[in-house]
Each structure stands twice: as structure tokens, then as C-alpha cells.
């Protein structure tokens, strides 16, 4: 395929920096604030912001619903944060009411490492990098995933600490297309987690 149209949900959230990542690993990089301008990308990513805001945005804009269908339809797409409990079907320790996108196996707690003050960067082994090497992970108020169902990878733990051992990232869906971190590479420069979601975008079309 030719590159790829990526869309970044632009409601709220830190879609500047997405958008920088992907063009830079050659992708056309487009907003996505509204349903029209959804069906037009072959990918999405969800960034990080605030959940409960950025679903109750997407419901109002009329985004929410289309973009079930389009993510339960096979749509590659990675959440970062609160992307990640965007696209989760359980969430711990959510608002009242709080509604997502769905389509992961996965529970996920959020606001699992505490308050902004709790902010932290550490280095974690991430499986199926190119070049392998751990990635420099920063997590600001960061969700984790309390349980995976059968269908969904594990790509990375955290290593030391009071959260020893618990999962950030994680690869699933129906068809192995949704890819979600509780950290934010796109923080930290490293471009090989957007690369590695550009590759399943490239896959699900070259399979299509």
C-alpha cells in the first residue's frame, strides 16, 4: 500500500505529538474529530488525555458508535493512556457510567499508578521491537491491566517497584489489530512502538 492515512482521535488528548511520530516514520497523519473524516484512515490511534472527557466528546460529536464499528470491523488501531482504557472492555476504578470504545480483552484499572504527582519514566522490555531493545516508557497517570482475556498478548511488564510485574502493554482484538500502552512513547522519542502499529496497519491491508 502506499502510506498509510493514520488518523489521531483529535477531541482532546496529546494529538501534537502522534501526529509529529507518525509523519516522521512516513505515514499521512490526519485529525479525527468527526465521523467523516474516520471513515477516510486506514488506522487510529487513541491518544493519551482523560477518558471520561474523551468519550463523552466522542458521544457528542457522533463519533462514539462509529468508531465501535469501525474498531469491531478490524480497523488497526493503538491506544496510548487513556487510549488504552478506551479501548478496553472492563475498566476498574472508572467514572460512573463511564463508556468506551471496546474491543480489547482486557480489564484495566485506571489511574492505576496514582496522580500526576505519581508520574514516573522507566525502561521496559517490550516484545516485537525492531531493533529489540527495552523502550524508555512515560507514564502520567497511567492505567495498567489488571487481566487479559485468551485472545490478547502481553508485550510488556513493569520491572522493580510497587508495580512490579504489571502488564503495559498489550496486543489483542478479534483479529490481533488493536495495540494499547499505559505509557507514551510518543514522549519519548522513541519511534518503535509507532512503527510496530504502522506494520500491523500495513498487514491488515495486505491481508484485505
Known amino acids: 500500500m502506499t502510506a498509510p492515512t493514520i488518523g489521531v482521535f483529535a477531541l482532546q488528548g496529546d494529538v501534537r505529538e502522534h501526529v509529529q511520530m507518525l509523519e516522521s516514520l512516513g505515514a499521512d497523519a490526519v485529525p479525527v474529530r468527526r465521523p467523516e473524516e474516520l471513515d477516510r484512515v486506514d488506522g487510529l490511534v487513541l491518544p493519551g488525555g482523560e477518558s471520561t472527557t474523551m468519550a463523552k466528546l466522542a458521544a457528542t460529536f457522533g463519533l462514539l458508535d462509529p468508531l465501535r464499528k469501525r474498531v469491531a470491523d478490524g480497523m488497526v488501531t493503538y491506544g496510548t493512556c487513556a487510549g488504552m482504557i478506551l479501548l478496553a472492555d472492563v475498566i476498574e476504578d472508572g467514572a460512573a457510567g463511564q463508556e468506551t470504545v471496546g474491543g480489547l480483552d ?16 522507566a525502561d521496559v522490555s517490550f516484545d516485537g521491537l525492531e531493533p529489540a531493545g527495552p523502550v524508555h516508557a512515560v507514564f502520567i497517570r497511567a492505567p495498567w491491566v489488571e487481566s487479559c482475556g485468551p485472545g490478547v498478548r ?18 489483542g482484538g478479534t483479529q490481533g489489530h488493536l495495540l494499547a500502552t499505559s505509557f507514551h512513547p510518543e514522549l519519548a522519542g522513541d519511534p ?9 496497519v500495513k498487514e491488515r491491508y495486505e491481508r484485505s
Do not use: I, K, T, W
Not at 192 to 200: D, E, K, P
Open 106 to 121: 482486557v480489564v484495566v484499572r485506571r489511574n492505576a499508578f496514582g496522580r500526576q504527582v505519581d508520574s514516573f519514566e
Open 192 to 200: 518503535r512502538v509507532h512503527g510496530l502499529f504502522l506494520q500491523m
Open 154 to 171: 502481553e508485550l510488556a511488564r513493569v520491572e522493580g517497584g510497587p508495580a512490579d510485574g504489571m502488564v503495559v502493554a498489550v496486543r
